[in-house]
């Protein structure tokens, strides 16, 4: 058990270290604890990620900031999910929307959830996920997430934003919570002789001792890799993306979408982001395939910007995670972490889910490393099971124009885990794909809708011949009524514009 005061220090800001700051903060407010931010002036934050999942709804609750604080400062919008275009060259299944869960979805699913059984016995019947999502609807009618208050279900729902502005935010709530805030470069790391974190010291001069440390550093992974030598596991061969061109245009908030837009391009994806001030766009792409010149050219093309004069920038990132999260008296979040690139927006749902762990293990241990291991193995799976389902999406994908998807859909390199659910799905036997995912775990972080969601939405079924027609006597889910059932759900949600002006009133 520790004893006295507990004195943590996080090094580096951007989105990850005040997100943990903040956590930490509101979680152990009556603990006997300093937490001191320490941010080098000198170092840019990467701010690749502008969505977000639902679980920054359970974010700011926690640290009981409202919507309508945080979202006007930070440009923010709302997301239903995220929809996929050009994956699949399947007639009918060019373009599918992936929905967050919402508690409608228990009316609706079960009806999905037959007609891909169905379908996937060769009977022809609708399969389109398009058909059976209330939040599926709302996005493509650009409708916002808020219900009226006659409407008495829970509807979740993400968030687009400034990833820039999020930071400096959330550094204004920490610091009102009595976090420590030191601007300075650190230049060494000092060890004790068993190895963990004694100090830190700045350049000018200064040392920081702590109890603990927490590795914000992103990609430079200055305490987990460089210092404590924590390898780092590669998944290039899992996922070929490692660079993107970003560049911001105009934001239509008459017609302000409220999803994510992923389309598919020659060598990866573009995505399309709207903000209140601007939408961000970003085409990732493998260097192994193209050059970025040639993405650059391609994405001004997709934009209709060949010829303007506007300027793209470049991220270059590495696929991965730390073999060990937590090592010593140290543990790392955010890219320091682990990166997996932003097709599911899952990175700051990775460093929420993260950092809650380990508050929840560290304080069990009373603040100690009593529970180390359970932690890291919490983290690797999660990792590794986000993996898998981004993995899905270039796995299953239908397109043959460019070697890039080809040597995709060809590609061996993935876990048992993935290959049984697949092979549950489109094997000869069919197995149940319910009992795949729960055997693995994988809903965890990707329930079993969404695997249907994705399968379906590519219109990826066992190959069969000519569809069967339903027998007589046979039930199929009535698609008429449903899409009457889910119009008369979102006539209770306005449209998203309306929405976010209600937000930042």
């Known amino acids: 058990m520790h004893q006295g005061k507990l004195s943590i220090v996080i090094l580096g800001g951007g989105t990850a270290g005040w997100m943990t700051a903040n956590l930490m903060a509101a979680r152990w407010k009556d603990k006997d604890l300093q937490l001191t931010l320490v941010e080098s002036p000198d170092v840019a934050t990467v701010g690749v990620g502008e969505g977000s999942t639902p679980s920054m709804q359970n974010f700011f609750q926690e640290i009981d900031v409202a919507e309508s604080e945080w979202m006007p400062e930070c440009n923010a919008t709302y997301k239903n ?15 599918y929307c992936h929905p967050f869960p919402s508690q409608m979805d228990k009316f609706t699913f079960p009806q999905f959830d037959a007609n891909c059984l169905l379908r996937r016995h060769n009977f022809d019947v609708d399969t389109h996920p398009d058909r059976f999502f209330l939040g599926s609807f709302l996005s493509q009618n650009s409708k916002g997430p808020k219900a009226n208050y006659a409407f008495p279900f829970d509807h979740p729902h993400g968030y687009h934003f400034d990833a820039g502005l999020l930071g400096n935010f959330l550094r204004k709530k920490a610091v009102e919570r009595k976090v420590t805030h030191l601007p300075q470069h650190v230049e060494h790391v000092n060890l004790k002789e068993n190895g963990d974190i004694s100090s830190i010291d700045f350049r000018g001069g200064g040392t920081l001792e702590g109890d603990f440390f927490v590795d914000c550093t992103g990609f430079a992974g200055l305490l987990m890799q460089k210092t404590l030598k924590v390898p780092y596991i590669s998944f290039d ?18 017609n302000l979408p409220s999803q994510t837009n992923c389309t598919a391009l020659k060598y990866g994806w573009a995505w399309n982001i709207p903000l ?24 001004r093309q997709h934009l209709s910007l060949l010829d303007a004069d506007v300027e793209f920038r470049s991220v270059k990132w590495k696929q991965g995670r730390l073999k060990e999260s937590w090592r010593h008296n140290c543990m790392a979040v955010g890219l320091s972490q682990g990166f997996l690139e932003p097709l599911e927006a899952m990175a700051l749902h990775l460093v929420y889910h993260n950092i809650g762990h380990f508050i929840t293990e560290f304080e069990r241990g009373k603040f100690t490393n009593q529970h180390q291991a359970q932690y890291n193995r919490l983290v690797e799976n999660a990792f590794d099971g986000v993996a898998d389902y981004i993995v899905a999406h270039y796995r299953m994908n239908s397109r043959r124009d460019t070697d890039y ?22 094997g000869a036997s069919q197995k149940s794909l319910a009992d795949e995912v729960t055997r693995y775990d994988t ?9 249907l969601i994705l399968f379906a939405g590519y219109g990826v079924f066992p190959p069969q011949e000519q569809a069967k027609p339903m027998n007589k006597g046979m039930q199929s889910t009535d698609m008429q009524a449903l899409d009457n059932f889910l119009k008369r759900c979102a006539s209770n949600f306005d449209s998203h514009q309306a929405a976010v002006s209600a937000a930042n009133s």
């Open 237 to 254: 061969k899992l996922l070929f993306n490692d660079t993107a061109v970003v560049v911001t245009t105009p934001v239509d908030m008459q």
């Open 405 to 426: 998807w080809r040597d995709n859909a060809a590609n061996q390199n993935i876990s048992d885990s993935f290959r049984a659910i697949v092979q549950s799905w489109l």
């Open 276 to 299: 209140t001030s601007r939408t961000g766009n970003g085409y990732v792409f493998s260097s192994r395939y193209c050059s970025l010149d040639n993405a650059e050219t391609e994405f």
């Open 443 to 451: 809903g965890r972080y990707f329930p079993l809708e969404s695997w």
């Open 81 to 95: 999910g995220i929809s996929f275009e050009g994956w699949s060259s399947i007639p009918g299944y060019e373009k």
